[in-house]
């Protein structure tokens, strides 16, 4: 008998007190392992998520969460080979593994450095700008992310044992939100054995991660409105899932990426002959045969206008005449098995409800005699364009149906009887019809690639999510959203929006907010190390007088001479200015005149500058005074700085503003750092 | 017999063809209207809005959606005193009145406002910074947010008549999704009423709202992957929708906003003597009296320090016992009726489950043998902190229950025992305490209000939800989200990531992305007003040399003297720049200079910067050339010009970047526009 894959619970690797169920080699149906979860304390993991994992990761920044996923990226990758050898018994191609696992580690790494550079070195994210809700300032409003309290649960997709779990792992890790990784049976054992590499390695928080192998059993019972589940498979579950109590009356976070009907729009320019032609035909050949089309994302409908499907069809079939179905680990083989034969017989199946109104047009039905899921890829033709199966049923599987349109209208139209899809590509050189369709197609889907000889060579396909955009769509795509960079993280997290003084939003959001008491002191905040400087150490810099004369002299020097600055008469009829007023740039930069500390010390650079209004016109003779407050500071996790970013006002001798901005500097940590 | 309620359906009034059910007047039980939807043709609703409302709405920019609401919400608030007069049969004093038509229509007014400063004048929204997804920069990603082709379904709560449904209104039509409005049959006259005046302004376009009076029948059979239910109310009845198979299946998105145990927390500093014991105990009777406590965020759950639970009850009963219940028409009423008798009975159905934790400390269950709905607050005491009932027995009426703690950690778990609230206010002056208990209870939080004297003057209060700030919570609360300002337009919309060559972003975001080719004309870009001017309009300036002597000069100039500008042995040291550069001000003015045309004409004024980023040093004798190309156009609805926003890329002699930014400027439209 095979071994029985382990859950990870509790801190424990756990075995099934039954000898479990049977996991078969996609190649050859012979036995890899064998599954079971009996015995298993399903609500000591979610006890010990939250009591456990949570809090450990709560005492993480997101910038050292980010160093923890960026660290267990590179180990996995480095160790990579023996997934490789597993997968090959999941029926994948060494092409079909690295879309996988390749795939999986890199969204991880993508994470790993999204968060670095797009995250605070903090736990909390403020969300958008903050809200004056008075007149006097004394009142606002802020909108801060914090992170749910309970566990994520994961219950992903036989198809991508590898990507599924650290495609759903990476954001909820980065939200401080434990995870319980729940894999599809069928290819578990890949997904324990990576799982096994990330405890080895010690790299995350005990309890950030469990792995639960087998049947959920009563899982969904246990959690409540802090936690989440996100399920990725078959519409029917996903439905039965949100029916679930703990869905319906306690709050859980449910979301849903199910299987859809992909459609794939050549545009009318693209005639054959045309690069555009020869990369759609070779895209939908990709998409059918990689992972031998068991992709959620993968091209189930082709629509092409109706003079070009003959055109298509020849095409398509002339390349599916060399795809080599086989087991993958021989030489030439393009097209491996499905996952079981089982998975294969379903396909079947579907394939023959399609049949009702569609024609096969390449490849059959058939299956050879050998052990393994193989079977061949299966082009159809669609009898009618508005057929109903040719938009509803989908054989997860190596198989695609060309469906002929008539204009743009209808290609839009027809790409909207899916229902919902997670992805459409659209195949044109021309701007305004790839405009119209996308714009027309964009409310039923989560991703759209627009393909074309200009960006075919960096494209990265139909089929592929990216962790920086967002994996997902609406209606019978599930009407979940994953990945998308950032936003994927902060579907992990509460919003809320905070109403209170400038005082307690600066202490609640570690950023200086206007109307919060300044820190003048003595020491130039500029000599301030970055372990020295607090949120709210401010320099007043002037006044200093810009006569007419600085102003001339400014135009001449940088050869702005805006007739603003330089033709009183002209300045005059303005309807802005009423007269000569100074440059912006030029109020700037007296302003930096003005705080600025000359001799070297711990601010290394300005690197930028954000926000830069100039809101009351700066006339001749106006004494210009400016108030540099440190607003935000941010010390780099691998650097021996960190960022600063600094509030500055400029006023006039009236107290109105001049210019509001933000100034960005790096500021050295301590030398003994 | 009274008025049978009309509903606006197809573009018509439409009465019900039997006799309906009596609606009573909460002062007095008399009849006010009656209500019935018997005989409307709803799948003709929900096909009036996708085939009328939604191609009318998606012809108007968010700008002139933006222009709509504003007027509807000048003419509403023009003839606001018959929805007062009106409001009176609800049972809601004058104070009642304004929250619910005053707060209704200023929410309108807010979204108006908000859609024309903060969304593009354009039919989609560009979400997020553009991703590079391959080296060569041939390969985007941009997200966008596109209108849902279906129709927004909002079911309302009787207790806001007005403001419940316009908050919900408001949103969706300026995401340009067509309304159907389905008010709880309660208060529908109020709503019928105002919806009537709307139908009359004539100022929303036929189809983009529809009125239901009277049962929802089979609505939700109607609905799919396009289409939305917002529901307010209680948590059963949400979950009960949530269970319908348009929901579970068709993917029909489901958002709720239930009653939840919304807690005050009085801080360990505030005791009795201070401003804030004050503040606290004030605002716990305008929670209980206002609406006669019908509001789903009422403080339920008064939280105090164990050893301030007598003074808070007593300083609340001294209050409490100057409360005047009664016809909210008389002279002197300060807290009129629940909405009915039925309701009231309700209330203190529950008031009772909560007696077997609880004890009444203040008021009683006694009801006087008046026919309208009044009844007495009712304070209750705690008997045990932890005590189920008290955290999870909603009495919707005058009824708060005030609870010890010990200690602020007690104080999150106990907060944290509502499974999910609306809100929560924080009395308290301590600006660390705020942040420990904000950070500690904001997860199970839609909103937080943290109040004390600084801000108490301005606080809009513990139960106002603000047109810009979330309202919502998770788990009890019902999980949903509204309002947030553009947030909440942002959930009638498809978020789909689209990715493109430059120059098919371009195309399809109204916006010009790098990479996409720029058209330099003889014509300088500044001298093409609003009309003439076209993305991708560009100026080529340059090269300047910029040498030791410009770099010294403007130092002196400037007062900017920062040793990487001046002193060449201390700049060699400095990492980054290892020798003297020249200031990033100094950069981007010689740019301005070498961009700008210097004649009147149609740029008025360069009134910002974005995002300015300095990212090659510019060394002594480097020559600069700067790179100006219209980004995106977007002209005022109201005024005689419009914002230009510029990608400005200045290049040194080796065509690395020294600084990027985008150049703001208003540019006038043609004369005679």
Redesign the interface.
Known sequence: MSRLLQSYAGGHWFTATDAGTALLNAVDSSEVARISSTGLDIAGMVDYARTVGGPALATLTFHERAAALKALGLALMSGKDEFYELSVKTGATKRDSAIDIDGGIGTVLSYASKAKRELPNDT?ILD?DV?R????G??L?Q??Y????GVAVQINAFNFPVWGFLEKLAPAFLAGVPSIVKPASQTAYLTELVFRRIIESGLLPEGSVQLLAGSAQDLLDHL???DSVAFTGS?ATA?LL??HPS?????V?FTAEADSLNASILGADAAPGTPEFDLYVKQLVTEMTAKAGQKCTAIRRALVPVDRVDDVISAVSERLSRVVVGNPEMEGVTMGALASTDQRDEVLESVRKLCKSADIVYGSLDISSEAGAFMSPVLLRAKDSRAPEVHEVEAFGPVSTVIGYSGTAEAIELA?LG??SLVASVVTKD??L??DI??GI?????????L?S??A????GHGSP?P???HGG??????G?EL??I?GVLHHM????????P??L???GNRWYPGTARTVTDVHPFRKNLAELRIGDTIVGGP?KVTRA?IQ??AE????????H??PE?AA?????GGIVA????V???A???F?????GPV???????????LTPVKADDSLTVTLTAKSITPRTSANYGEVRWDAVVTNQNDEVAAS?DVLT?VAKPESE
Chains 1, 2 share one sequence.
């Open positions: 909390i958008g809200e809700l008075g007149k006097q004394t009142f409003g909108h801060i914090t992170s749910r309290r409540g409105g802090q519409a439905a949100r029916a869905v319906l009356n306690e709050g976070h909207a229902k919902g701007s305004a790839a405009r996308v714009l964009a409310p039923y889907h989560g991703r759209i690639l627009v074309n200009d960006d060579k960096e494209s990265t990216l920086v955009l967002v609406p209606g019978r795509a599930g009407g959203e998308g960079g936003r509460q919003r809320t929006a905070v109403q209170a003084t005082e307690i600066t202490a609640v200093r600085d002299h400014f020097f940088t050869g702005d001479t805006f007739y603003a330089t033709d002209a009829a303005n309807p802005l200015f440059h912006g740039y030029l700037v930069s007296l930096a005149g003005l600025v500390d000359p001799a070297p290394l650079a300005n690197f930028g500058v954000d926000n830069l209004r100039f901005y790096l």
